[in-house]
């Protein structure tokens, strides 16, 4: 089997190459074009297409892989809300993707920022680098015996929830749905009283009509002063300008974002300028308690063999007609 690898990452490349041994009769060549209308007839000759979140698989481009033989759609990703499952299903394109393949790489990420928003990490790095050993604005509080809220707990927030533990932190959690194997130690809160009780907010659930700007100025309200506020999931589970507000109020001891409202679907994108032209997160970037990171929660070298064997797995179930539970439904 032939595959066509859009939208390549130096990384990526490393990941399938290491994992391809395993997978003998397959075979990938990369481009670094993402997969749109203008790219689609690239795959001509090939049996298959690798893309990503970022690609755009709508009408268009699979009319052009269908007409040139595609007949199986390799997303190397959870989500594939960027494809045409109509007409996937019209021209009979197989879809699979990677449900979940390291919710620690997320969890200890989250971790990471809470604790570097709470002792103020990057300051102290910076600081120690001009040769001022001074503590003054570096001053945190412990974990331990404090209390967590995790917000959705699922594969991530379930992580997240033993870590915690593991910090000596009571852990106490909302969602719509409890996941039992948390049940010895986390105790399930209605959400207002998640906020109120929190010294450690982390936020673990999809975005969906339900959850958007779940974090607002109502909401923050209701959260203890000197919290942390920790979000890897979606930007816009919180209101940023709302945010803005509550950290004016020193409602926050610190703030960590692995995702903001602004973040474009280029979740792979070096954006380092793109930041900066950003208002919202540049203003965000202005506070001395507010730590942004890229988007790099998953991004482990664990996490990546895991895309890189799952994807691969994929494509042996398909060329051996199995079902499989990674297979996107029409
Ligand atoms: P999951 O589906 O395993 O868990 C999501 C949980 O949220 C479920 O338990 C669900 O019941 C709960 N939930 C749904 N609606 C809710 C609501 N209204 N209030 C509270 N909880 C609610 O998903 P996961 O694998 O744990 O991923 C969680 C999120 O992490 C993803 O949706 C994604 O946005 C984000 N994510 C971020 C990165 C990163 O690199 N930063 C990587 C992967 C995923």
Do not use: W
Not at 177 to 186: A, I
């Amino acid at each position: 089997m032939k595959i066509l690898f859009y939208d390549t990452k130096s990384y990526d490349r490393e990941s399938f190459e290491a994992c391809l041994q395993n997978f003998p009769g397959i075979t990938i060549e990369y481009t670094k074009s993402d997969l749109d209308p203008r790219t689609a007839a690239l795959a001509e000759g090939f049996d298959a297409v690798c893309a990503f979140v970022s690609s755009d698989v709508g009408t268009q481009t699979l009319e052009i892989l269908h007409a040139r033989g595609i007949r199986l759609l390799l997303m190397r990703c959870a989500g594939f809300n960027n494809v045409d499952l109509e007409t996937t299903g019209k021209y009979g394109i197989r879809v699979m993707r990677v449900p979940g393949y390291s919710p620690e790489a997320v969890a200890e990420h989250a971790m990471a920022l809470a604790l570097a928003s709470n002792r103020r990490l990057y300051k102290a790095y910076n600081k120690v680098r001009e040769n001022d050993f001074s503590l003054s604005g570096l001053m945190g509080f412990n974990f331990y015996q404090k209390t967590a809220g995790i917000i959705g707990t699922g594969k991530i927030g379930a992580a997240m929830c033993r870590i915690c533990r593991g910090f000596g932190m009571k852990v106490i959690a909302y969602d719509v749905y409890e996941n039992q194997s948390l049940k010895d130690f986390v105790e399930y809160v209605p959400l207002d009283q998640l906020l109120s009780d929190s010294d450690v907010i982390s936020l673990h659930c999809p975005l969906m009509d339900s959850t958007y700007h779940m974090i607002n100025i109502d909401t923050i309200r209701k959260m203890k002063d000197g919290v942390i506020l920790v979000n890897t999931s979606r930007g816009a589970l919180v209101k940023t300008d709302d945010l803005i507000e509550g950290i004016r109020m020193h409602k926050f001891a610190g703030v960590g974002l692995d995702v903001y409202e602004e973040e474009t679907n280029n979740v792979f994108e070096d954006r380092s300028d793109e930041i900066l032209e950003h208002s919202t997160t540049a203003r965000l970037l202005s506070f001395p308690n507010v730590m942004i990171t890229s988007h790099q929660g998953f991004f482990t070298r664990e996490a990546l063999e895991a895309i890189a064997s799952t994807t691969l797995q994929n494509a042996m179930d398909f060329l051996a007609g199995k079902e499989s539970p990674n297979d996107v439904k029409s």
